[in-house]
Every structure is written in C-alpha cells, then in structure tokens.
C-alpha cells in the first residue's frame, strides 16, 4: 500500500493550498483517510478526517479553514486550506485506515509528508 501525497510548498500568510492524497495497492477498502500536521518540535496533530460514508472531522485550530473531501471510487482525499497563518507551517502527513485484500482487518498507513510553510 501506498499513500502518495501532493500540493505542499511556499505560500504567503492569508493565502490558500491544496494538498491531494492518493491511496494505491491492493485495497479492499478505506474506512477513513485523514491528514495529520506535526510542527517543528510538536506532536503529530489531527488537521481534518473523512469516513467513507463522507463524515468530517477538523482539528479546532484549523475549523472554518479547510475543508476535507473524498473520491472512494478514487481513494484520494484532498484537503483545501484556506487564510493560512505561519502557525499552520508543518509536515502534513496523509494517513489511511485501509483493508487489503484477503484480509480481515483494517490497519493504520502513513504516507510521508509535504511540506506547508506559511510565510511572507
């Protein structure tokens, strides 16, 4: 399995990004996918999450902000992010919560992270 991330870099306070996951392999299916930030010297941290019945979650420093969607028939995610502030600089990390084929149980996957930094 593999989360393929996209869409980080530079942009200026007050600016928008859009990042784009892809989940690639051997799936059978995709409860949630998600995107979590970890800030120099922070813990990794919930931005924004999505069921695959479309039930969203944000972290509260970011609600009103972004914005989470899904493709299923797709299995990518992407998150729009809009009045970005420097606090929100970080390593965004995609993460999938994924059933393989033949198998019975679902298990947690990381993709590696894009880099968002806020700054003028």
């Known amino acids: 399995v593999q989360l393929q991330a996209s869409g980080g870099g530079l942009v200026q306070p007050g600016g928008s990004l859009r990042l784009s996951c892809a989940a690639s392999?051997?799936?059978?299916?995709?409860?949630?996918m998600a995107w979590h930030r970890q800030g120099p010297g922070n813990q990794r941290d919930l931005v924004a999450s999505?069921?695959?019945?479309?039930?969203?979650n944000y972290g509260d420093s970011v609600k009103g902000r972004v914005t989470i969607s899904r493709d299923n028939a797709k299995n990518t995610i992407s998150l729009q992010m809009d009045s970005l502030k420097p606090e929100d600089t970080a390593v965004y990390y995609c993460?999938?919560?994924?059933?393989?084929?033949?198998?019975?149980?679902?298990?947690?996957?990381w993709g590696r992270g894009t880099q968002v930094t806020v700054s003028s």
């Open positions: 999505i069921t695959d019945g479309g039930i969203t």
């Open positions: 392999g051997d799936i059978f299916g995709i409860k949630v």
């Open positions: 993460g999938a919560n994924i059933r393989l084929s033949g198998s019975p149980v679902y298990t947690n996957y």
